[in-house]
Structures are given as structure tokens and as C-alpha cells.
T-cell receptor
Framework: EAQVTQNPRYLITVTGKKLTVTCSQNMNHEYMSWYRQDPGLGLRQIYYSMNVEVTDKGDVPEGYKVSRKEKRNFPLILESPSPNQTSLYFC???????????????FGPGTRLTVL | AQSVAQPEDQVNVAEGNPLTVKCTYSVSGNPYLFWYVQYPNRGLQFLLKYITGDNLVKGSYGFEAEFNKSQTSFHLKKPSALVSDSALYFCAVRDRGSSGTYKYIFGTGTRLKVLA
């Protein structure tokens, strides 16, 4: 089944304790992205990646890191989480055939993060 | 930079009646516009997109959207609402990132409630 998976689905942690949220897709998609969803603010893009070893900042990158060492994986790293990073996080991927973006993003089920 | 606005936090409609969820955009150049739906406790699902061509775009689950360049709008519509259409709807636009990359700007979302 074609899908985007995220782990963990729920996480409660404390301020300053490094954490990683994993994202994996099995559709051979080039484009991958992380979003956070907050009430009243909608979805905001944190980071995105056009392909392996190519990443770029979205609109809210502060406090986050990403890496794209393999095509299928795009982990989100919070090196020193703070309470304002409490949010619902989504990973997404889409196909990019030789520069022709299909633009249809497939989203993971979400990770609800609470930072105390 | 591109932006989208969803002026209504919530839309209520009776089952069987037509529904409209509004979206306006601000872009430089030709807009690439999208609608996504989020059901409770789920990730987002793609509904439809406008890239070019006909102003009326048909999508999944009987939804359609009308692109209006003069009014800079991309409203989502359905002729006859179902209770199962109750969900959170997001409008989005593609924006240019750095060095020829692409990122996405989402609206704040509109909660649709279809009443039986």
C-alpha cells in the first residue's frame, strides 16, 4: 500500500530533550516536506526537500533540523525542544518527474508532540 | 510571496444543500492552487488542484472548484452536501522557494459542518 508513515504518533517530552520524528514514504517520491498544524494558524511548512541531500527552509524553520540521506526517509529533529513547539506535525511527499511537479502531496497520519 | 486566505472559520450547511468554502489568493504570476481535506484524527487528503486550463476543476468525492482570476478566488463547491463531508478544508498555493525550489502556503482552514 502506498503510504507515508510517521513515528511516533504521540510524544510527550520535556524542554531541552532532543527528539527525532521519523518519516518514510514507499512511493519513490522526490519531494518531501514537514508541516506543523496549530489552531487558527493552519498548516505551516517547516522544511522541504526536493531530493536526496537537497533541503530548504519553509516558513517556520527555527528550532528544527532535517536531513535527507535516502530518498524514502526525511526525519525531523528537534535538538532542544521548547513548549512553543507543542503542535501536530505532518510529513508529506509528492512526485517530481524530471522537474515536472505533480504537486499532489500525500500526507502521513500526523505526530502529536507535547513539550512540557 | 504568495498567500491564501480562508475568510470563514466555519461553514454550516444542511444535508442536500449546495456548499461553498471560500478561498482567495495573492500571487505574482500564474497561481498553482489546491484544496485538501482533513477528517478527524487523520492526515490531509488531496481533493483537487488548478494549474492551468478550464476554470472549473473537478476533484474527488464530487467536489469542484472554480478559479476566478479577476476576483483572485478559488472557491470549493459541491452541489449536494453529505453529512460525511463534515471535515476541515484547507486551500493552498505553491510558492517559489530559493534556487528554483517550490514550497507551499496553506490557509488557516475552514471547518465544514453538514447538518442532517
Amino acid at each position: 500500500e502506498a503510504q507515508v508513515t510517521q513515528n511516533p504518533r504521540y510524544l510527550i517530552t520535556v524542554t531541552g530533550k532532543k527528539l527525532t520524528v521519523t518519516c518514510s514514504q514507499n512511493m519513490n517520491h522526490e519531494y518531501m516536506s514537514w508541516y506543523r498544524q496549530d489552531p487558527g494558524l493552519g498548516l505551516r511548512q517547516i522544511y522541504y526537500s526536493m531530493n536526496v541531500e537537497v533541503t530548504d527552509k519553509g516558513d517556520v524553520p527555527e528550532g528544527y533540523k532535517v536531513s535527507r540521506k535516502e530518498k524514502r526517509n526525511f526525519p525531523l529533529i528537534l535538538e532542544s525542544p521548547s513548549p512553543n513547539q507543542t503542535s501536530l506535525y505532518f510529513c508529506a511527499s509528492s512526485l517530481n518527474l524530471q522537474g515536472a511537479y505533480t504537486d499532489t502531496q500525500y500526507f502521513g497520519p500526523g505526530t502529536r508532540l507535547t513539550v512540557l | 510571496a504568495q498567500s491564501v486566505a480562508q475568510p470563514e472559520d466555519q461553514v454550516n450547511v444542511a444535508e442536500g444543500n449546495p456548499l461553498t468554502v471560500k478561498c482567495t489568493y495573492s500571487v505574482s504570476g500564474n497561481p498553482y492552487l489546491f484544496w485538501y481535506v482533513q477528517y478527524p484524527n487523520r492526515g490531509l487528503q488531496f481533493l483537487l488542484k488548478y494549474i492551468t486550463g478550464d476554470n472549473l476543476v473537478k476533484g474527488s468525492y464530487g467536489f469542484e472548484a472554480e478559479f476566478n482570476k479577476s476576483q483572485t478566488s478559488f472557491h470549493l463547491k459541491k452541489p449536494s452536501a453529505l453529512v460525511s463531508d463534515s471535515a476541515l478544508y484547507f486551500c493552498a498555493v505553491r510558492d517559489r522557494g530559493s534556487s528554483g525550489t517550490y514550497k507551499y502556503i496553506f490557509g488557516t482552514g475552514t471547518r465544514l459542518k453538514v447538518l442532517a
